[in-house]
């Protein structure tokens, strides 16, 4: 208790603290939907390497700046919000990854894309669509495509780091399959007319694709004959992703008991 008590000072007086630990996990800031609890923003990605040496985690509980942040961004898109409906607004975030609610005290371009993912976020939730789903953001993992892109310019091809917004995996314990869906966000003032509106559609629809070649590419073990022959460690950096954002999906309430017991 002492040592908890001196963890909550240390966040009443800094605005950023840095914690550097073989144990300590991310659930112990993040208690996801807990009212009791005070609300910490979490910057930590998870890896492979992560499961087995130090950890760095960067939180802070200094969100003032960030509801004012975006207040102001929804003031520019004509809504205005309450302290209460800002802090859902960065809640919903959260429960995707601390580091995209920072980019509300980033550029406003940053600013319109973490809005754009919150709005989708709810609005997923509200159509049911995130019901026992795991969800990853693909922008929070950029290392993916990046080592895809490494490989392709030593092979001479040309590749993007193009990507999708979020990836929602469903977990089949019974058939032990996983089943991946791809969203794209988009988050404009306008489309233009009927030309833009399907370039729009073409654009979305190739990241898409190159988001599924990616993901294909590092985890899916019947891509090509033969395997690759780092199958185990790749099934492995999966497995260390996935159990991630289930515990965040079960502290923010996005799975059921049986569900997270099932994945």
Known sequence: AEQRALLHNMHEVSDWVFTIDRHLGIEFFDQGNKRE?????????????????????????????????LRQALNQYGVEASDDQAAHIINALRSLSGRLALKFVSTHTHQAEALGLAFARLFLEHQGALSNQIVLPLDSHLELFRAIKLQATEMGEDWSLQRTDLALFDLNAQTRTIRCNLVEVKFYRQVGGVG???????????????????????FDPDLKSPDRPDRLLKTHELSTLLRFYIERARRYELLDHDAATEA
């Not at 499961?51 to 969100?63: A, V």
């Not at 399907?198 to 590092?218: M, N, P, Y």
């Open 37 to 69: 609890r005070p609300p910490y923003l979490v910057d930590y990605i998870p890896n492979a390497a992560s499961s087995s040496g130090h950890q760095l985690i960067i939180t802070s509980r200094s969100t003032s700046e960030l509801r004012a942040s």
């Open 196 to 218: 833009d509106y399907q370039k729009l559609k073409e654009g979305i629809a190739k990241q898409i694709k190159q988001s599924e070649d990616v993901l294909r590419r590092h």
